[in-house]
């Protein structure tokens, strides 16, 4: 790690945020500027390729505290593979992921199931496991990484976390995913991955397959993460309105194969008013979900 990493370091976790960017005195009589904290999340120059597959090319991107980014891009241009580039699922092909300034590549399987108890996962299917129970999934994690807490302590996290996502733990906890619906089996997995009190929050398509009320539900879920908790935010998603609603920036990534090698594959970085002012049309086109030119490049791709 350079010597500028760790003095980064050192200050991300004593400069509260009001106070970064200000000058102060020290005893020394000199004038100093706080550092301005590192992100949460830093990708460097990042490739991802699968055999003769390039997904992932040239990606740099930063997530700070509190910021909910949301991915979009048709389907197959690599959002998922992106996600789980960062959380370590993914190795990069070439490039670098930081958690809190460290390299995940970097760290041993302990340390990097240490640095994964600080995000939460909310998979594109929600990914229950079947033959638990509610309660017994969504206090998976506790289980398995507080050893420390009591049986009594763990069951009064679970009915809080069920609240927390608006389910009654008296009706749900002893079900099986199977015995409820989709739309709670997502609440089950967003409470889940809030079980440890992440510093992150990764989704996969939380809103996909749920109906317009269901998914402003998620949504409020989203948007409580980050404001009540605190909680940065990665949000994968086709669903425009769920993006323009939770999102402090989107970003768009173009599929690698239809990109000529000069250009970048993120098309876009910027706020929900930009994008929708955008002048490049492969932008405009999918935010107001028209195909235009994609049906040609489509039947020249097969
Ligand atoms: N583990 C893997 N091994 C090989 N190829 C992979 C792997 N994971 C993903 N890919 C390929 O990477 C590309 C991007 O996949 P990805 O799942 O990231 O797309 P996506 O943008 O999330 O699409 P969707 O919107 O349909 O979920 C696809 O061509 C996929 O086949
Ligand atoms: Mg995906």
Redesign the pocket.
């Known amino acids: 790690m350079t010597e500028q990493k760790r003095d980064e370091l050192r200050t991300d976790e004593a400069v509260p945020p009001s106070i970064e960017g200000s000058v102060f005195v020290g005893p020394d009589g000199v004038k100093k500027v706080l550092r301005r904290r590192p992100p949460l999340l830093e990708i460097e120059s990042l490739n991802v390729i ?2 003769e ?1 390039q ?1 992932l090319r040239d990606i740099t991107l930063k997530i700070r505290r509190g910021e909910t980014v949301a991915i979009i ?10 996600l789980k580039t960062m959380i370590g699922l ?1 190795a990069p092909t070439t490039g670098r992921v930081f958690f809190k300034g460290q390299d995940l590549s970097e760290l041993s399987d302990k340390k990097l199931t240490e640095a994964r108890s600080h995000y939460g996962f909310v998979f ?1 299917m929600a990914a229950l496991f079947d033959s638990m129970t509610i309660e017994e999934n969504v206090s998976f994690p506790l289980r398995q990484h507080h050893k420390e807490m009591s049986k009594r302590a763990i069951k009064e996290r679970v009915e809080y976390l069920l609240e927390e996502v608006g389910l009654n733990p008296r009706v749900v906890s002893a079900k099986t995913p199977s015995e409820i619906s989709g739309g709670m089996r997502k609440r089950v997995g967003f409470a889940r991955a809030l079980a440890m009190d992440p510093e992150i929050m990764l989704y ?2 939380p809103t996909t397959g749920l109906d317009p009320i269901m998914s402003d539900v998620v949504n409020e879920l989203m948007i409580n993460a980050r404001d009540r908790h605190h909680v940065a935010g990665v949000l ?1 998603t ?1 669903d425009m309105k769920s993006a323009v609603k939770v999102a402090n920036r989107l970003i768009m ?1 173009y599929p690698h194969a239809l990109l000529d090698s000069d250009e970048p594959q993120m098309i876009f970085d910027g706020t929900a008013d930009e994008i929708w002012r955008c002048s490049d049309k492969r932008v405009s086109q999918f935010i107001r979900g028209e195909a235009g030119e994609r049906i040609r490049d489509m039947s020249m791709e097969d």
């Open positions: 699968f055999g597959n997904v891009g048709e389907s197959g241009c690599g959002k998922t593979v992106l993914v594109q996969d398509e994968v086709h990534l």
